[in-house]
């Protein structure tokens, strides 16, 4: 039987040109599920969990509404941080090929989906 969750990391990086490793965690920087083949999933939830947090303070101190995204933009790629809902996140690593358009396309089912799914685990 298939994860649902693995499956859809997996599609995304399918989907998305450039996109090449993910990790969903907790915010508290606990793994759930990763789509890894060179990242330590259980580093990239951490290191991810904190940024986000830094990110919610920035957000909060700049008056900028709800944080949504972080991006590290890096010269072999980036890392980017997306919140889903309020207890989890997803760190996606790309080269620097991303096609961002379809990233920024692609990224608004995949959290929502994401939040369904972690939603009946609590349930």
């Known amino acids: 039987m298939s994860d649902?969750?693995?499956d859809i990391l997996v599609s995304l990086r399918d989907r998305v040109m450039g996109v090449s490793e993910t990790v969903l965690a907790t915010v508290d920087g606990l793994v759930v599920a990763g789509d890894t083949d060179k990242t330590h999933p259980e580093s990239m939830a951490a290191l991810a969990s904190a940024a986000l947090s830094l990110g919610h303070r920035?957000?909060?101190?700049?008056?900028?509404g709800t944080l949504r995204q972080l991006t590290a933009q890096c010269n072999a790629g980036h890392v980017i941080i997306t919140a889903v809902g309020t207890r989890a996140l997803?760190?996606?690593?790309?080269d620097e090929g991303i096609d961002g358009l379809a990233f920024?396309?692609?990224?608004p089912t995949v959290?929502?989906?994401l939040?369904?799914?972690l939603a009946q685990d609590t349930a």
Not at 58 to 64: C, F, H, R
Not at 90 to 94: C, G, R, S
Not at 104 to 107: A, H
Request: no cysteine.
């Open 115 to 117: 939040k369904k799914i």
């Open 4 to 6: 649902p969750v693995q």
């Open 111 to 113: 959290v929502e989906d």
């Open 90 to 94: 997803l760190a996606v690593i790309t």
């Open 104 to 107: 920024d396309r692609e990224i």
């Open 58 to 64: 920035l957000a909060d101190q700049g008056k900028t």
